[in-house]
């Protein structure tokens, strides 16, 4: 962990209109900078920074922040890389937490995997290009493939000669441990002990990290003269390389994702370097494999909006139907884009511009449960049977999108498509959705996830609040945004302990057997209990420097929603962690003030129902359970608008 003083040291010496100017084209307007916002596509520059404030914020979409929250945004950078990447510009030596014996140990050996890699990276380029085999073999490869010099320059590809102990060879020259060589899968040991290259006699292609290190290689085989051997050899697992959790070329796509907020998902290497040299850049690949759930994640930092592009392979398409099942589970926006007939993304993006690719995309894209029904209608014919499975099939796929609308909308959709009745198609999808409930239930011992049909339950498995209410959700990112910034600060203290920010709002929240509803706020809390028992957690520093980029990225924007007073409004101002002991119990009276009105609004909505008419019994406990959170609403209320008022 960097520490305190060296964080801020690199915030002092940072310039926000210095880094700002590496990625946008800023124009003088006023005491300020203007330019075209890089996380959005405009055409009238409302992206402002100021230097006054060391703050950025476009004015159209919202998305701002300080220099450090800037970098972690625009190239997805967790806190201590944008500081880490703050102190290489500004030539100022990064200090980090004394690590233990073991720690230190793992950091070097990952480190030297990293270092050799890299080194590795360089070898194969000056290979591609600095070597006669390079020249011919290689270079001969990717001009077949209609890459220019600055493609391959962008993607660092490289040869690997024949030889098969070339890279071994240079790389003990250079110093390097054969143990390295191995784990990074860069070589390996015949029974012999003989130590020979991975990847002799192929194009390479390296793999990079999110943050642009590269972790891995995957290797092409030239021509037909070796028999029994695959086309591809890729690294394996290492402790710096998890190809779950990898998506090739999203290093260099980031930027075009964030701004275009769609993302195109193709198959192989050189279909990404195909599309990013006819112009569309914001594309990543699988590399062959089926969709994980590290990658989805990873997808989901930069956008909800995923285009899959497929050739005309349909065995291809249906093995990766699963794999979406997941991207839908995951909230994202699902389109699907059929190239003609023998075309493949590579080849494709080869014959059109890229504003004739993109016009392709537009016209052509459906979403996937479309997509998905009618691809599977084509093999059913008239049989009853498989009509039926067929109907399972999509059923599946609605039941699991998070979002009531969307899945009301595709089963609208799929019961035109389909001629099934849409009321059917949502009472399967509904019981789909509460087996998936309670088999995560048994699973977890856990108590049930909240049903969404009301009448369908007694009243205790209802969900306390609802995922609309705005006045919940801006109520909880306050108190998310005192945990990161003042978690760590004592509020209470007396001869049975003490009692810090974060420990105040479990304990209220529990007292009511309520939670945060967003993920983010509740891991948020989560976390600053679990570090409330070290004697030096600071919870500013401890979520800026979180590994989580979606927290530090939080914590980031947190930290700069105090804009700099005047000297009018500075008189008689008395700063939030000067005032936490009032102003976080009046955030949780408010917090749940709202949160009894969403369930009365609930319960009286309920009463509407046919079925809660019919039944009496039901109909005397909603009246008895509205009456006595009536009381507990006007309690609240008498309590608020006397702090308002006094």
Known sequence: MIDHQTVQRVLDAADIVDVVKEFVTLRKAGVNYKGLCPFHDEKTPSFVVSPSKQLCKCFSCGKGGNVAGFLMEHEQMTFPEAIKWLGRKYGIEIHEKEQTEEEKAAASERESMFVLNEWARDWFSNNLFGSSGGDVVGMAYFRSRGFRDDTIHKFQLGYSPSERDALAKAAVSKGYKEEYLVK????????????????????????????GRVVAFGGRILGDKQKNVGKYVNSPESEIYSKSHELYGLYQAKSSIVKNNCCYLVEGYTDVISMHQSGVENVVASSGTSLTEGQIRLLRRFTSNITILYDGD???????????????????????????????????????????????????????????????????????????????????????IPDGIVRQMY????????????????????????????????????????????????????????????????????????????????????????????????????????????????????????????PDFDAAVYFLQSADQEI???????????????????????????????????????????????????????????????????????????????????????????????
């Open 314 to 400: 349909s065995a291809g398409i249906k093995a990766s139907l699963r794999g979406i099942d997941m991207l839908l589970a995951e909230g994202m926006n699902i389109k699907v884009l059929l190239l003609p007939d023998g075309e493949d993304p590579d080849s494709f993006a080869r014959t059109h511009t890229a504003e004739e690719f993109q016009q392709y995309i537009n016209d052509h894209q459906v979403d996937f449960i479309r997509f998905k029904t009618k691809l599977l209608l084509d093999d059913i014919g008239n049989d009853p049977l498989k009509r039926a499975a067929l109907v399972s099939d999509i059923v599946k796929s609605i039941s699991v």
């Open 184 to 211: 990074t899968g860069l070589c390996f040991k015949t029974e012999e002990g003989r130590l020979l290259d991975r990847y002799h006699g192929r194009v390479i292609f390296p793999v990079h990290s999110v943050s």
């Open 552 to 646: 530090s990225l939080f914590a980031a924007q947190a930290d700069s929603e105090d804009y700099p007073l005047s000297k009018r409004l500075q008189h008689g101002y008395v700063e939030v962690k000067n005032r936490l002991d009032e102003l976080v119990p009046l955030l949780m009276s408010h917090y749940k003030y709202y949160i009894v009105r969403q369930r009365l609004d609930a319960l009286r909505k309920e009463l509407l129902n046919p079925d809660v008419k019919n039944n009496i019994s039901r109909v005397m406990e909603v009246m008895k359970q509205i009456k006595d959170l009536n009381a507990v609403a006007e309690e609240f209320a008498r309590h608020l608008d006397r702090v308002i008022t006094k």
């Open 411 to 534: 089963a609208r959709e799929s019961s035109n498509i389909m001629s099934v009745s849409e009321e059917l198609i949502l009472n399967e999808v509904m019981k789909q959705r509460r087996k998936a409930s309670n088999d995560r239930r048994n699973a977890e011992s856990e108590q049930p996830e909240p049903v969404e049909d009301a009448s369908q339950v007694s009243a205790p498995q209802q969900p306390l609040v609802d995922n609309s209410n705005r006045d919940i959700e801006e109520l909880e990112r306050q108190l998310a945004s005192l945990i990161v910034r003042h978690g760590h600060r004592i509020m209470f203290s007396d001869e049975n302990g003490s009692e810090n920010v974060a420990q105040y709002i479990d304990q209220e929240m529990q007292l009511d057997q309520i939670a945060f509803i967003t993920p983010l706020y509740q891991k948020i809390l989560s976390e600053a209990l679990e570090q409330s028992h070290q």
